[in-house]
């Protein structure tokens, strides 16, 4: 649910750069990121610009906006910050509705708000999120990957196991992809309560289950692991991520920026795995392995 009061920070950037930042502002403390593109070109780069509007919690600490200032900072002139604001609740705690619609992914997935009307084809399957206390609506490129690549490389029957799982979003469409059981973990307590009470709202909390456990301490290897977190992250937990996952077992690796794709797949490929595909939707870039 949404606050009755909260901060803004508007930014100025290139359209280029707005998932970019947006992914960054919320893996910074943010509760959401609207994008609202601009009439006139960005003044800095003549390329066509975007208002990035981010949502913090009301006590959002100062020191954590320094940091988001400063990590702004590091793309010089492109980013152009305008104000940190506070408001107060307009309406918006239901006007934000407006934006979100059912989403279908590939051949079989939909992501549907809750509060949406749809009627899936005998083909579609559908899974519920409620986007107000999700961190994973589907709307993100690497999300989108995810599935479409879970659709053509997963195989009915398999465990599955989700790193860093969010929303549980992908555990969700791992298992109406036809998985046997999907294990989500993150080291985020909140993300873990959000995936349990949208497992709840799909109606597989026992198929899909969901802890606060770190990489190292998970036991078990399966056949399909999915991490979709960030290169700065993928390529140090690496030995921890070949440790569970199956011989001849497949990995899927996204959240990597184009340009971070080759280092990534360097750094599994050095590992023991071997290169399947690469997938690319805009400047995000996901990868699929064999161990």
């Known amino acids: 649910m949404f606050a009755s009061r909260w901060l803004q920070l508007e930014i100025i950037c290139p359209t280029t750069l707005a998932e970019t930042l947006g992914a960054l502002m919320i893996e910074g403390g943010s509760l ?79 992501i549907c708000p809750t509060w949406e009307e749809f009627t899936p084809t005998p083909t579609q399957k559908v899974i519920h999120i409620d986007p107000g206390m999700a961190f994973g609506t589907g709307h993100h490129a690497t999300t989108r990957s995810c599935i479409l690549l879970l659709e053509e490389y997963l195989t009915p029957g398999i465990d599955v196991l989700d790193v860093g799982c969010g929303s549980g979003i992908l ?63 993928l390529n140090p937990m690496v030995q921890d991520i070949r440790r569970v996952v199956q011989p001849e077992g497949l990995l899927l690796l996204s959240g990597i920026l184009g340009d971070q794709a080759q280092r990534v797949r360097a750094v599994y490929e050095n590992a023991g795995f071997s290169f399947i595909k690469r997938h690319d939707d805009g400047e995000w870039t996901s990868i699929v392995l064999r161990g």
């Open 171 to 233: 555990s969700f469409a791992a298992h109406k992809l036809g998985a046997q059981h999907t294990y989500g973990v993150d080291i985020d307590p909140d993300a873990i309560m959000v995936a349990n009470e949208n497992a709840e709202l799909n109606k597989c909390t026992d198929v899909c289950t969901f802890s606060v456990t770190p990489i190292e301490e998970i036991e078990t290897a399966y056949p399909f692991v999915v991490a979709n977190i960030q290169a700065h992250i």
């Open 32 to 110: 959401g990121v609207q994008e609202r593109d601009l009439d006139d070109a960005h003044p800095q780069t003549a390329q066509p610009g975007a208002l990035l509007i981010a949502f913090f919690d009301a006590d959002f600490p100062r020191e954590q906006q320094r940091d988001i200032e400063s990590m702004l900072s590091n793309f010089g002139d492109e980013v152009s910050i305008l104000h940190w604001s506070e408001h107060r609740d307009d309406g918006w705690s239901t006007r934000w509705k407006s934006f979100f619609h059912p989403l279908p992914i590939g051949e079989q997935i939909v």
